[in-house]
Structures are given as C-alpha cells and as structure tokens.
C-alpha cells in the first residue's frame, strides 16, 4: 500500500518542474498582459479631455495696441505681439542652438520625453527638498504651451507626455523646434521670437547676435524674473548661464563665448524709456470709453514727445540721485503745450518699482502753488500788481496763519506778496474777495478735486495733482484759454482705417484782461526776484509759482513759458516730512533742468498777452518797478483795500505784535537787496521754524 509521499511522489513525476527561464517567461508574459491592461485603462483615462488638436495652428490672442509718439517712433506695445513666422533656416545657427543647450540638450535623441533628464530632475529636487529642475524637454513644453494649462497636477502631466509623443510621431525635429520657436512666449506681450526681437532690441532675429540669443535664450525660464528691462543684473547673469551651456555642448567657441560676454547688449530705446509707461497706464484707461473693447489690432498715435520724455527723465533721476540725502524720495511731472497735449510724463522714481502714476493718481496739497487761483480771483475783483496790502498778524475765525520767517514785512504791493509767497495776504485776499470766488476760478481753470472753504484753503490746503496744477496753469501760459489735457490723437487701425479722431475744437476763454496780463506780469515775478528764482533760464521769457507745505511733505514748482508748462512735485509715498526740501529746491531744480533741455526744441514764444484789453486801459509799470513798493512819486504806497476804497485797517482779533521790519525798498534801475529768506527757497542749513501746532503752509 502505497503512502502519502508515494502518491505525492507520483504526481510531482507526472508534471515536469519548470526551467527558470521558463518561469522568468510565464511571469514576464502575465506581467506584460496585465501591464498591458493597465496602460490601456490608463491612457484611456488620462486621454479623455485632451484638447483638440486641430487647434494647431489657430493663435488665441487679444488684440495688440501699439503707441506712437507725436512723430510716429514707438513708445510700447501692449496686448499679445505676434509677428509672420520666423524661417528656422534664415535665423544663425546659434540662435535654435541656444535654445536647444539651455532648455533640451538631448532634443534630436529623444522621443519626445527624455528618462534621463527626468531621473535627474527627481534626484535633484529630492536633494533640495523642492523643485528647483524640470524634465521637461522641449517637446513638452511646446505640447503645453499649444493645448495645455499651467496647472501642476498628475493629469496635466501625463496628457503633456503623451502630446508630446504625438508631436514627435507627427512632426521632424526641424519642425517642432520651428514650432516652438515662433510660438514660444518671451515677455512683455510678446509671443515668437520674431516678435521678441522687434519687441527687445529693434532687430528681426535673423540678426540676432550671440548674446542677445542667450539672453532670449534666458528668459523662457522665468520672463517676468529676467526681463533685461527690468531685471538687467539678472538678466545678464542668466544669458552668461546659456553662453557656458552653449560653449559646453559646442555651439560656439571660447572666443565667441568671451566676445559676446564682453559686448554689452543693448535693449530698444522703447522698452528701456519705462518711465513712458507711466503715460501708457494713463491712456489705457480711456481707450475703451473712447472705442470700446478692441477687437482688432490697433494703432495709437499720442501727443507725447519722446526727446522730451528722455530729458525729463535725465531731469529727475539726476535730482532724486542728488537730494536723497535729503528725503527726496518720489518726484512726478507731467509738461503740456498750450491746447493740453501731454509732451511729457513721469509718475514716479521708477516704474519697474512702482507702476503707481503719481503724475495722475496721486492727491498732495499744493501749498503756495495753489495761491494763484487766490489772486487770479482778486485781480478779478479790483486788485492790481500794484495795489498796496499789509504783511501783519492776522486771525481769521480761530486761525492765525503765519509766515516762513516768523516775522512780518509791512507795507507791500500785491505782486511783493505774490513774488514773496506772503501767507498773511493770500490768507487776508482770499477772505477779502471771498474763498468761494477763489474755488470758481481754479475750477474754471481745471482743478477738479474737492476744494474745500476753510481758511487755509488760500495757502494750499487743497489736494490736487500734477495733471490738474498743470491743466490749470496752462490758461496763464496760452493767452487765458481753459484746456483739457490729453494724450491721444488719433487711432487707427494698421491698415490705416480711423477709429478715433480727436476733434480740434477751439477751448473757452477762462481769464479775461487785464487780469491774465496782472497775473503773468506777477507770475513773472515769482521766477525773477522770488521764491523761485533758483528757476530762472536766462533770455527766457517764464513765469511760476512754488508750494511748499507743512513739515516738508509735498514741494511744488509750476513754471511755464509761452504755449508750454510743466509741473512737477517732489514727496514720500508715506506722506513723512523730507528735510528742509522747498518748492524753490529740488522740484524747480527738476524743473530747470527739464526746460533747458526743452525749451531749444520747442522754440516757444513769449507769454502770450491774450484777448485784447478794455478800452482806455492803460498798461502799469514793468515788474521791476511792481515790486518796489513805491508810488509814481517814489514814496511808499499807503495800503489801501481796494475792495473797500479805504485805507486797512487792522484785524481787532489779531495778535498785537507789530510788523517786525518794513518791506525792502528796491528802486528801478538801483541795486536790489537779495529777497528775504521764503519757505520755497532758504539758503542751506536754513532750520524750519519751531512749529507751534497750527498748520503751515508756503
């Protein structure tokens, strides 16, 4: 009787054991199967959802807006920038081949993903505890930028792998990396590489140079990141990285790779001129009141001149690298022509820093900028450059405004007081002839902001910006007329067709003689033997007002000259006191530079007289002899109130302290003393007086 193990036995002999190569083939053959199952159900999943791809060659694209200055050289563009496709066999070798060693070394050995540099990646990302590499090749990058999002996840990955192998079954090399070339986005709006050579340096990129191709090279990475505008020390940096990975895997040599870290490269004149975006901003906002969504490429010829924006721009940076010592922090500027075209924009230290237009957007109290809207009202009212007005302490319900100096001057002509900035009188005047006859007429000049009636309204405790101060100096500047500026002149598409004309209407007269003659005679003043002296251009006819106001935070100077007038304002975004920074320093500095650069270019005319005077009206004495102070006898002017025909009497509520010292008595033609020390122009090492609480403006 046979056993157990006999019968085991038996049956073990009847099934013969397998070979290990057998058993190596079975298991590899159900792992196959199964694996096979696997990747049908999983590319089955995976594939649902994928874009079609016959969108190929459709470009999804927003309508593109080129701005032209005033004499058609470009400013930016902004929106999607294509350009015709560039031929991948007219563009140097080294330009693909950049391409190539910094994004996909292994591109032509490749199926259209690459395990190497994946491992790599996983390991490297691994190490750091981050992902600080990619694998993709340059295949999968294309495959995502034609059909996919940018979303990070499983899906989005895997459905990129297989578009890739897709693209690699379909297309040569030669035509995917045409492919990717052209459609491929560099930054600032622009998409191909032709259209990033135009955008970049003014070149179609058959021209390309060496380093410029590694520095576009450089960008796909991160443009934003390494934008050469805006990020030139890292931008540079990053193309040195591609022209080593060039040299490396042999597309130049050595000595290309030195030549071209040597030579600078140099970015568009456009793109560089980034403080003309700050115009640009200013004009996107309205483009679509004036014609709507676009729906085409369009074409924006503006107002700005961009000789004159340079200048400016030299202007300013030269003055804030000078005073930063001083707290000098921002300055704005903004130069219109005599019908409000804008010639010229800053709005801000930097715009890569700040895109925040302080030129447009930003609301600081104008100070004694303000105090011509104050005696463009009393001109109107009877006063003239030479009525006689008292500098004394005076109190205005519980206010008591004060002067820079601390002291009272006496006796004086109106235009003394305008040229010296006195607060006392525009304070008196404004009250005289009524605060809301002072609001009327800056909004009849252009001042669009709230204006308030409190006292202190007549030294400038108004908010406005440099757009409005601007606006509104410009009837002094063109003969009386009130403007509105703008920047746009026309839009047309690229083929010609108008979309938008500005139409030439003529603008309303806003001041009447003889009160714009007494205001620019005194205006003149001002920048002649006043506050803002330190403005003054010789041989040129100009005119203006500086504005301090308290503790330093905002300084103004507003000149013009015939047909032409520029604000420009210095300050801190945080609204912090700078240090002893007037009108009659750095903002007319910044002015002065600006103006002598332009006034040759613009060939401006004097100051324009404007309408014709009353009949009978007879023209008083030149400014010399207005800020005298004397009388046709040369004594001194009793002061009398015009308003009321009798002499002043003095305020019974103001403090008794009696005028300190008389006015200066400067004959025509005799040696005038220097101007007593102002709030917008004090000699260096000048301290502010101590502040007693009250606010002070100049």
């Given at each position: 009787m046979?056993?157990?193990?006999?019968?085991?036995?038996?049956?073990?002999?009847?099934?013969?054991?397998r070979?290990a190569?057998?058993?190596?083939?079975?298991?590899?053959?159900?792992?196959?199967?199964?694996?096979?199952?696997?990747?049908?159900?999983?590319f089955?999943?995976?594939?649902?959802g994928l874009?079609d791809t016959?969108?190929?060659?459709?470009?999804d694209?927003?309508?593109?807006?080129?701005?032209?200055?005033?004499?058609g050289?470009l400013i930016?563009?902004r929106?999607?920038?294509?350009?015709p496709?560039?031929d991948?066999?007219?563009l140097?070798?080294?330009?693909?081949?950049?391409?190539?060693?910094i994004?996909d070394r292994r591109?032509?050995?490749?199926?259209?993903?690459?395990p190497?540099?994946m491992?790599r990646?996983?390991?490297?990302?691994?190490?750091?505890?981050?992902?600080?590499q990619g694998?993709?090749t340059l295949t999968q990058q294309?495959?995502k930028?034609?059909f996919?999002t940018p979303?990070?996840?499983?899906r989005?990955?895997?459905?990129?792998?297989?578009?890739?192998v897709?693209?690699?079954m379909?297309?040569s090399?030669?035509?995917?990396?045409?492919?990717?070339?052209?459609?491929?986005?560099f930054?600032?709006?622009?998409?191909?590489?032709?259209?990033?050579?135009?955008?970049?340096f003014?070149?179609?990129?058959?021209n390309?140079?060496v380093?410029?191709a590694?520095?576009?090279a450089?960008?796909?990475?991160?443009?934003?990141?390494?934008?050469?505008?805006?990020e030139?020390?890292?931008?540079?940096?990053?193309?040195?990285?591609?022209?080593n990975?060039m040299e490396?895997?042999?597309?130049i040599t050595?000595?290309q790779?030195?030549?071209?870290v040597?030579?600078?490269?140099?970015?568009?004149?456009?793109l560089a001129?980034q403080?003309?975006q700050y115009?640009?901003?200013w004009?996107d906002k309205s483009?679509?009141s004036?014609?709507?969504?676009p729906?085409?490429?369009?074409?924006v010829?503006?107002?700005?001149?961009?000789?004159?924006?340079?200048?400016?721009?030299?202007?300013v940076?030269?003055?804030?690298d000078?005073d930063?010592?001083?707290?000098?922090?921002?300055?704005?500027l903004v130069?219109?022509d005599g019908?409000?075209r804008v010639?010229?924009?800053?709005?801000?230290a930097s715009?890569?820093?700040?895109?925040?237009?302080?030129?447009?957007?930003a609301?600081r109290?104008?100070?004694?900028?303000?105090?011509?809207?104050?005696?463009l009202?009393?001109v109107?009212?009877?006063y003239?450059p030479q009525t006689p007005?008292?500098?004394?302490?005076?109190?205005i319900?519980n206010?008591s405004?004060?002067?820079?100096?601390?002291?009272?001057?006496?006796?004086m002509?109106?235009?003394?007081?305008?040229?010296q900035?006195?607060?006392?009188?525009?304070a008196?005047?404004?009250?005289?002839v009524?605060?809301?006859?002072?609001a009327?007429?800056?909004?009849?000049?252009g001042i669009e902001?709230?204006?308030?009636?409190?006292?202190?309204?007549?030294?400038?405790a108004?908010?406005?910006?440099?757009?409005?101060?601007?606006?509104?100096?410009?009837?002094f500047?063109n003969?009386?007329?009130?403007v509105?500026?703008?920047?746009?002149s026309?839009i047309?598409?690229?083929?010609?067709?108008?979309?938008y004309?500005?139409?030439?209407?003529?603008?309303?007269?806003a001041?009447?003689?003889?009160?714009?003659?007494?205001?620019?005679?005194?205006?003149?003043?001002?920048?002649?033997s006043g506050?803002g002296r330190s403005?003054?251009?010789?041989?040129?006819d100009?005119?203006g007002?500086t504005?301090?106001?308290?503790?330093?935070?905002?300084?103004?100077?507003?000149?013009?000259?015939?047909?032409f007038?520029?604000a420009?304002?210095?300050?801190?975004?945080?609204?912090t006191?700078?240090?002893?920074v007037?009108?009659?320093?750095?903002?007319?500095?910044?002015?002065?530079?600006?103006?002598?650069?332009?006034?040759p270019?613009?060939?401006?005319?004097?100051?324009?007289?404007?309408?014709?005077m009353p009949e009978?009206?007879v023209?008083?004495?030149?400014?010399?002899?207005?800020?005298?102070?004397?009388?046709?006898n040369?004594?001194p002017?009793?002061p009398?109130?015009?308003l009321?025909?009798?002499?002043y009497?003095?305020?019974?509520?103001?403090?008794?302290?009696?005028p300190s010292?008389?006015p200066?008595m400067?004959?025509?033609?005799?040696?005038q003393p220097?101007?007593r020390?102002t709030?917008?122009?004090?000699?260096e090492?000048?301290?502010p007086?101590?502040?007693?609480?009250?606010?002070?403006?100049?």
């Amino acid at each position: 009787m046979a056993g157990p193990g006999n019968g085991g036995g038996q049956q073990a002999q009847g099934r013969p054991r397998r070979s290990a190569w057998q058993r190596l083939f079975y298991w590899s053959a159900v792992l196959a199967v199964w694996g096979l199952i696997f990747l049908v159900v999983f590319f089955a999943v995976f594939a649902r959802g994928l874009p079609d791809t016959s969108s190929l060659y459709q470009v999804d694209r927003q309508p593109s807006i080129t701005y032209l200055d005033r004499n058609g050289a470009l400013i930016a563009t902004r929106g999607t920038q294509m350009a015709p496709p560039a031929d991948l066999d007219s563009l140097p070798d080294y330009v693909p081949a950049a391409f190539i060693a910094i994004e996909d070394r292994r591109f032509y050995n490749h199926p259209g993903f690459d395990p190497i540099g994946m491992a790599r990646a996983m390991v490297t990302n691994m190490r750091a505890g981050r992902v600080v590499q990619g694998g993709s090749t340059l295949t999968q990058q294309l495959a995502k930028n034609l059909f996919l999002t940018p979303d990070q996840n499983m899906r989005r990955k895997v459905q990129e792998l297989m578009l890739a192998v897709w693209l690699e079954m379909k297309f040569s090399k030669q035509e995917i990396l045409a492919l990717y070339l052209n459609r491929v986005y560099f930054g600032a709006g622009a998409y191909g590489i032709e259209a990033a050579s135009q955008r970049y340096f003014d070149k179609s990129a058959k021209n390309l140079t060496v380093g410029e191709a590694a520095l576009l090279a450089g960008l796909l990475k991160a443009p934003s990141r390494y934008s050469p505008v805006s990020e030139s020390e890292r931008a540079a940096a990053r193309a040195t990285v591609v022209l080593n990975e060039m040299e490396e895997s042999g597309v130049i040599t050595a000595a290309q790779r030195e030549q071209a870290v040597t030579q600078p490269v140099i970015v568009s004149r456009t793109l560089a001129t980034q403080h003309a975006q700050y115009f640009i901003d200013w004009l996107d906002k309205s483009i679509r009141s004036l014609v709507g969504e676009p729906t085409e490429d369009m074409v924006v010829e503006t107002t700005l001149d961009l000789t004159l924006q340079t200048s400016a721009e030299r202007s300013v940076r030269r003055i804030l690298d000078r005073d930063e010592g001083k707290g000098v922090q921002q300055a704005a500027l903004v130069a219109l022509d005599g019908d409000g075209r804008v010639r010229a924009m800053i709005g801000g230290a930097s715009y890569a820093d700040s895109q925040f237009n302080r030129a447009v957007d930003a609301k600081r109290q104008a100070g004694s900028a303000f105090k011509p809207f104050v005696y463009l009202a009393a001109v109107e009212a009877g006063y003239t450059p030479q009525t006689p007005v008292v500098d004394q302490p005076i109190t205005i319900g519980n206010w008591s405004p004060r002067n820079y100096s601390g002291t009272f001057s006496g006796n004086m002509t109106l235009a003394q007081a305008v040229a010296q900035s006195t607060n006392t009188v525009a304070a008196y005047v404004a009250d005289q002839v009524g605060r809301d006859s002072v609001a009327r007429a800056a909004r009849r000049l252009g001042i669009e902001s709230r204006i308030g009636l409190e006292p202190a309204m007549a030294l400038g405790a108004v908010e406005v910006s440099p757009l409005e101060m601007a606006t509104a100096y410009d009837a002094f500047a063109n003969g009386g007329r009130r403007v509105d500026a703008y920047g746009i002149s026309r839009i047309r598409t690229p083929q010609g067709r108008v979309i938008y004309q500005r139409q030439s209407g003529q603008s309303g007269q806003a001041i009447n003689n003889p009160s714009l003659y007494y205001m620019n005679q005194m205006l003149r003043g001002v920048v002649s033997s006043g506050s803002g002296r330190s403005a003054a251009i010789s041989g040129r006819d100009l005119a203006g007002k500086t504005g301090t106001t308290s503790d330093y935070k905002d300084a103004w100077f507003v000149g013009y000259t015939g047909g032409f007038v520029t604000a420009v304002w210095v300050g801190k975004d945080d609204n912090t006191a700078m240090r002893g920074v007037t009108g009659g320093s750095s903002p007319a500095a910044i002015w002065k530079g600006f103006m002598e650069a332009a006034l040759p270019r613009l060939n401006a005319p004097r100051i324009p007289d404007g309408p014709a005077m009353p009949e009978g009206w007879v023209a008083p004495d030149p400014v010399g002899d207005l800020m005298s102070g004397l009388d046709q006898n040369g004594l001194p002017m009793e002061p009398v109130d015009p308003l009321l025909g009798e002499p002043y009497v003095e305020d019974p509520q103001a403090p008794t302290q009696q005028p300190s010292s008389n006015p200066p008595m400067m004959r025509p033609n005799a040696p005038q003393p220097a101007p007593r020390d102002t709030p917008d122009q004090q000699p260096e090492g000048r301290q502010p007086p101590e502040r007693r609480g009250d606010a002070l403006f100049f």
